[in-house]
């Protein structure tokens, strides 16, 4: 289990709010959807190298934790 702070950040002004990447525009979000049109993580630290395995880690499971809460609350 990781924790969310320091990597996972929420800035009103950047991409509309959605939780990035330490304060960079690269959002949670993007990060699933690179994954699941089919790229690998080695693919995605290649291509964005200020990224590293472990935020592509901790991005997944904040998303995971996060749809978790709205399943389980709704």
Not at 59 to 66: Q, T, V
């Given at each position: 289990?990781?924790?969310?702070?320091?990597?996972?950040?929420?800035?009103?002004?950047?991409?509309?709010?959605?939780?990035g990447i330490r304060e960079m525009r690269i959002?949670?979000?993007?990060?699933?959807?690179?994954?699941?049109?089919?790229?690998?993580?080695?693919?995605?630290?290649?291509?964005?190298?200020?990224?590293?395995?472990?935020?592509?880690?901790?991005?997944?499971?904040?998303?995971?934790?996060?749809?978790?809460?709205?399943?389980?609350?709704?």
């Amino acid at each position: 289990m990781y924790i969310f702070k320091p990597i996972i950040s929420i800035e009103p002004d950047k991409r509309g709010g959605q939780p990035g990447i330490r304060e960079m525009r690269i959002t949670a979000a993007d990060i699933l959807g690179w994954l699941a049109s089919g790229m690998e993580i080695r693919e995605i630290v290649e291509n964005f190298t200020e990224l590293t395995k472990e935020e592509i880690l901790v991005a997944l499971e904040f998303s995971a934790n996060r749809q978790n809460r709205e399943v389980t609350a709704g």
